[in-house]
């Protein structure tokens, strides 16, 4: 029986969840998107992720997060982790806001979803290193990244920060949503980690002929 | 004021800035509406007794806005019409988990406060019971246990709360505190707490005295008393504390709780006692007890009989409105899916039923997660595997629904 880990057979299909593409009407769609219409018909389509979800609310940033966030397999506790990390953020934001004079309530951001994802950009490095290792020395290469590659080192370097920076009785989502906070405001120790890693590449530039792809 | 700047009309109409002057004016046609407490009175009222939830919400939004729901002014209407020469009528406000009795005691209690009454608010009957770091035993009787943190974090906040009340009130009996220190006839009971609070040792026997004197004093006529306790039944259920020689301890056994059975007895007049049932903090009792049967026992139903039941029910639609309006105008549904139609009308699709004082917390939990019916049944993916529609268990959220079917999802 076909199941999600199972070794698919490549004909099968990867499931559509979103409910705004089935609502299209045909003639918005170009044609390739027709023909994937009428492969949809004929084709098997892989068992959807128990995570994967077909709410407005769903988040595919928030999820991967969750995940990296979550020890032996402890959703439960992940999720509510998120959940609490992202009323945290919404409460400190609304508490500068309702406390600011009128003039400066619409420079505040209040929505936690929002924050969230700037600060994940602005943690995004845009160079990387990589050790290549020529004639018995490693030497550290600049290298471009892929952009799953910048988000994974972005929520990588969150959530390090937040285990290993915090003292013992602070809970993760306090710590966790001060430093989105600060990412959002581009300043705090991701950020700065950002920047060391960029300072090291633009220092190690010479070796950039090394990299070979 | 926040009236004006508010972008849906639908918050003009549900939150009231009227002064509370006008509070003793609450009729039913206020019902669903907020109204306004100042700050500073709020921190003069309530120094200990509102919910944590509550609290934070007005550190989040800067105010105190308080929804006018029907058992408290049923209970004010009461309170209104009630004779202070007879017996003192007990209250006792009950209903399932998250549906308001706290707040509805706060609002009782700060009415009361308003209308000049002295107010003996106890914050949760069950912090008595549990978790108690020190017991003495009483200097007074042998067989009974002291509670001095407990008894000294409570008169710190009753003086916060009823100074002037201290003032004019007088001891009719002369108190020896130990063998050195007393407290003369005609002292004014300030003198009692300040003695609580500087000798922590005989605090709760200084609670004991304020009580009878109140008690004793309260039928004169020159004030007007408000016994208000959350979480009654944990006088008379068990308690988890242990004696040094590991045997357990009876609630009676507790002078704190010993003096409160005696102020709840309804053998004084010239108020009224206000008292609320919970589940939340109880020792011993399944969650899903929320009737004054079950919670209470037969022990504390035959202390409190005959009394009057005021059942709190969930937020009706009306009320549901009312209080969308105000987080929508107080901008707390940030999610732009949630403020729309499809948000709210998925709620209210849904046949939740709403769980008024968590009501924050689970909208922020199904702004980030749920499916709505009409999601689920509109949508033909074949793919997606779906639960029976009528098979689908109580979401561990505490929300009860009886339509939703739910994708799978490890967390729920």
């Known amino acids: ?24 009407p045909l003639e918005e769609l170009s044609e390739e998107e027709r023909e994937q219409m009428e492969l949809k018909t004929v084709r098997p389509i892989k068992a959807a992720l128990p995570t994967l979800s077909s709410s407005v609310f769903s988040d595919p940033m928030i999820s991967k997060f969750t995940n990296m966030m979550m020890k032996s397999g402890n959703k439960v506790l992940a999720r509510n982790l998120m959940s609490q990390t992202l009323e945290n953020i919404k ?38 290193l990589s050790s290549i290792t020529r004639g018995g020395k490693t030497y550290q290469v600049p290298v471009p990244l892929t952009d799953n590659r910048k988000r994974f080192l972005a929520m990588k370097w969150l959530i390090t920060e937040c285990r ?34 960029h300072k090291m590449a633009e220092a190690n530039r010479a070796y950039a002929h090394f990299r070979w792809w | 004021t926040q009236t004006a700047k508010s972008h849906t009309g639908r918050a003009a109409e549900h939150s009231d800035n009227s002064h509370l002057a006008l509070q003793a004016k609450h009729t039913e046609q206020h019902e669903g509406r907020l109204y306004n407490i100042p700050l500073e009175e709020l921190s003069a009222v309530f120094p200990h007794g509102l919910p944590h939830r509550f609290q934070q919400q007005v550190l989040t939004f800067n105010e105190a806005r308080v929804m006018v729901r029907k058992p408290a002014l049923e209970l004010l209407a009461y309170l209104k019409g009630s004779n202070f020469s007879h017996p003192a009528v007990r209250y006792v406000i009950y209903g399932e988990r998250g549906t308001g009795k706290t707040m509805t005691l706060c609002h ?11 107010v003996l608010h106890i914050p949760d009957a069950h912090l008595w019971v549990k978790n108690c770091k020190e017991l003495l035993q009483s200097s007074y009787n042998k067989d009974r246990l002291d509670q001095p943190l407990q008894a000294s974090v409570w008169l710190k906040n009753f003086k916060a709360s009823n100074e002037r009340f201290l003032q004019e009130i007088k001891t009719q009996k002369k108190y020896m505190w130990g063998k050195r220190e007393c407290t003369e006839e005609g002292r004014p009971l300030r003198e009692v707490v300040e003695q609580g609070l500087a000798r922590v040792r005989s605090a709760s026997d ?19 008393l408000l016994v208000a306790v959350d979480g009654v039944n944990a006088l008379w259920g068990r308690s ?4 040094e020689d590991k045997s357990p301890v009876c609630p009676e056994e507790l002078t704190l709780v010993h003096n409160l059975r005696k102020m709840l007895m309804n053998d004084w007049s010239g108020g009224a006692i206000v008292t609320t049932l919970s589940q939340t903090g109880s020792l011993f009792k399944p969650s899903s007890a929320y009737t004054p049967q079950e919670l209470l026992g037969k022990e504390g139903f035959d202390a409190l009989d005959p009394f009057v039941p005021i059942p709190v029910p969930n937020y009706s639609p009306k009320e549901f409105e009312s209080c969308y309006g105000y987080y929508l105008e107080r901008r707390w549904l940030q999610h732009e899916k949630g403020q729309g139609w499809g948000g709210k009308r998925g709620m209210r699709v849904l046949g939740l039923e709403l769980v008024s004082s968590k009501w924050a917390k689970k909208l922020d939990k199904l702004n980030t997660d749920f499916c709505t019916h009409r999601d689920a049944q509109s949508f033909a993916v074949p793919s997606v595997s779906l639960q029976g529609p009528r098979t689908f268990p109580p979401c561990a959220s505490g929300l009860i629904s009886s339509v939703c079917p739910c994708t799978p999802r490890v967390s729920t």
Request: glycine residues 4%; aromatic residues 8%; proline residues 6%.
């Open chain 2, 240 to 243: 988890t504390l242990r004696k």
């Open chain 2, 206 to 224: 200084a609670v004991g005295v304020l009580l009878r004197e109140l008690k004793q004093q309260s039928h004169r006529g020159s004030f007007r």
């Open chain 1, 91 to 128: 409460r400190k934001q609304l508490e500068k806001y309702h406390k600011a004079p009128e003039n400066e309530k619409d420079t505040i951001e209040c929505n936690p979803y929002v924050i969230f994802h700037q600060a994940l950009k602005n943690c995004q490095p845009i160079i990387g």
């Open chain 1, 1 to 24: 029986m076909p199941v999600r880990w199972s070794r698919y057979n490549p004909s099968y299909l990867e499931p559509e969840v979103k409910k705004e593409s089935y609502e299209r």
């Open chain 1, 164 to 197: 290993e920076n915090k003292h013992r009785r602070t809970m993760m989502p306090e710590k966790l949503s001060q430093e989105l906070l600060q990412a959002f405001n581009n300043e705090g120790p991701v950020i700065k980690r950002k920047h060391v890693l």
């Open chain 2, 108 to 118: 009782v209690v700060h009415y009361c406060s308003r209308q000049g009454w002295l």
